[in-house]
T-cell receptor
Framework: AQKITQTQPGMFVQEKEAVTLDCTYD???????LFWYKQPSSGEMIFLIY??????QNATEGRYSLNFQKARKSANLVISASQLGDSAMYFC????????????FGQGTILTVHP | DVKVTQSSRYLVKRTGEKVFLECVQD?????MFWYRQDPGLGLRLIYF???????EKGDIPEGYSVSREKKERFSLILESASTNQTSMYLC?????????????FGEGSWLTVV
């Protein structure tokens, strides 16, 4: 079984500041991937960043980076230089090598960026 | 561009009605999924399919069924809608294979059962 935990229901950040959204996971799969998605109020799910369990380096995509600590089973999303358009719901998700491609999601964190 | 299209964006149905939510993808993906999203609970998997006519229960299949007669289409069926099925439903698809394959989502269907 796989489990994703996001312990921050809501986060606030000032525009242009950096923010970290927490994600911890649990799985028995030997190989897995971790994903972060952004969901604006319109409802669409926007893929942000991916980290494979065997990747040696932390993933980065523009202003997004993933702080992957395998031993601690955490995969925190760091957004640098926050923008007003970053205000949204953020989901952490994982997929194991034995799970038929299913994604397991966390509860989500609502991020609000203040001007 | 990959596209996952959900037939209805907003629906209002009566208790006891049979409800069909349709999803079509245009990338020849083997895997298709139906999720339900509720505040504080994240997305929960209802059913998934890894091939035509193949289906597997997810975490919350009770009250739902699915149909996959063609590779590109995956339908979610509420046999007798109830008010506790009021929710946002998201369809998704991905290629079979490695864990890093991107999963693509539709825009979501907001269902209200009255």
């Amino acid at each position: 079984a796989q489990k994703i935990t996001q312990t921050q229901p809501g986060m606030f950040v000032q525009e242009k500041e950096a923010v970290t959204l927490d994600c911890t996971y649990d799985t028995s799969d030997p190989s897995y991937g971790l994903f972060w998605y952004k969901q604006p109020s319109s409802g669409e799910m926007i893929f942000l960043i991916y980290q494979g369990s065997y990747d040696q380096q932390n993933a980065t995509e523009g202003r997004y980076s993933l702080n992957f600590q395998k031993a601690r089973k955490s995969a925190n999303l760091v957004i640098s230089a926050s923008q007003l358009g970053d205000s949204a719901m953020y989901f952490c998700a994982m997929r194991g090598s034995t799970s038929y491609g299913k994604l397991t999601f966390g509860q989500g964190t609502i991020l609000t960026v203040h001007p | 561009d990959v596209k996952v299209t959900q037939s209805s964006r907003y629906l209002v149905k009566r208790t006891g009605e049979k409800v069909f939510l349709e999803c079509v993808q245009d990338m020849d993906h083997e895997n298709m999924f139906w999720y339900r999203q509720d505040p504080g609970l994240g997305l929960r998997l209802i059913y998934f399919s890894y091939d035509v006519k193949m289906k597997e229960k997810g975490d919350i299949p009770e009250g739902y069924s699915v149909s996959r007669e063609k590779k590109e289409r995956f339908s979610l069926i509420l046999e007798s809608a109830s008010t506790n099925q009021t929710s946002m439903y998201l369809c998704a698809s991905s290629q079979w294979g490695i864990v890093g394959n991107t999963i693509y989502f539709g825009e979501g269907s907001w269902l209200t059962v009255v």
